[in-house]
């Protein structure tokens, strides 16, 4: 078996990408994409992206991370867990796919981790979790000592049936009569505003809001009220179809600010020309349920494995 790691081969990188694409049937995974969740990850290590090359191409590939940079502020807090990101196999090659988690798992008990999960690594990630449609990785991964720990979902959005509800519409101009003002943000605010969702909600919140603010097709909502800020939404911070993160400050939850938010943001997004929105890693299914044009949930399991 060779195995290599992309700090050995940096040129594997697009047959990794590749083999994602082809062997994982729901996932779609473009260049940009790839790129903003290996190199352009600020934890991106190569040594822990390992393929197994045979014959000439590549048959299997693992992507492991530890948080050793961003954000800054949980660096130590996560110090003793590392993640694997993704994990693909042609359909021959599953029982070497074994192989490269175990590479991995030596890796990181070399480092000091105790722990590894399965996927729910935030800012720079592909999914929250193994897809319950993907059985025979959920099944390899159980088979290699995994246990679920949580769970989340994924709704997608076909954008050619979402419309702008009437009932939202008079929401929105109640919460204009309240004083609520709902804006697109300016890159020129990204401290004022990461500041207020890091500290209202989480730093990873903060990096995707920062990231969706630097993107040329993405963007950030602000609702303000009284000259403070009350919530925010983002789309586009990890590729253009994402929709997320959003969020209401607790004390002024209950008024529609949220349902007005997602409305509007999904209405730049389709603006934007996207034709299937993202709205990925969530527990809020209710919330998400009133967005017309939803025609797909995917469910994920998150999977945990203590290391010795």
């Known amino acids: 078996m060779d195995v290599r790691s992309l700090k050995e081969d940096p040129g594997l990188a697009g047959s990794i990408r590749e083999l994602l694409n082809l062997t994982l049937g729901k996932d779609f995974v473009d260049r940009r994409f790839f790129r903003k969740i290996t190199a352009e990850d600020p934890n991106f290590d190569p040594r822990f992206a390992l393929a197994c090359v045979e014959g000439g191409r590549v048959t299997a590939a693992a992507l492991g991370v530890m948080r050793t940079k961003e954000p800054r502020q949980v660096v130590e807090q996560q110090k003793s867990v590392a993640w694997i990101k993704a994990l693909a196999a042609v359909p021959e090659a599953r029982e070497i796919l074994k192989e490269l988690v175990g590479i991995l798992e030596g890796e990181f008990v070399r480092e000091g981790k105790r722990q590894v999960r399965f996927s729910d690594y935030a800012s720079w990630y592909l999914a929250p979790g193994v897809d319950l449609e993907y059985d025979w990785l959920l099944s390899l991964l159980i088979q290699s000592g995994f246990r679920k720990v949580g769970e989340a979902v994924n709704y997608e959005v076909d954008m050619s049936l979402f419309y702008y509800p009437e009932r939202v519409k008079a929401l929105a101009s109640e919460l204009h009569r309240r004083g609520v003002n709902i804006r697109r943000a300016s890159l020129g605010e990204r401290e004022l505003i990461g500041k207020w969702v890091e500290e209202k909600f989480s730093p990873f919140w903060r990096v995707e809001l920062e990231m969706a ?15 403070k800020i009350v919530g925010f939404s983002v789309y586009g911070a990890l590729r253009p179809d994402f929709f997320g993160p959003i969020g209401v400050d607790p004390d002024a939850r209950g008024g529609g600010i949220g349902t007005v938010l ?20 969530t527990t809020h299914l209710t919330f998400y349920a009133q967005v017309p044009g939803v025609y797909r949930v995917r469910s994920f399991a998150v999977l945990a494995k203590n290391l010795p």
């Open 262 to 281: 997602l409305f509007d943001t999904l209405t730049l997004m389709r603006g934007e020309g996207v034709r299937v929105a993202t709205i990925p890693w």
């Open 213 to 227: 603010l630097a993107a040329e097709d993405g963007g950030v909502l602000a609702a303000e009220s009284d000259g």
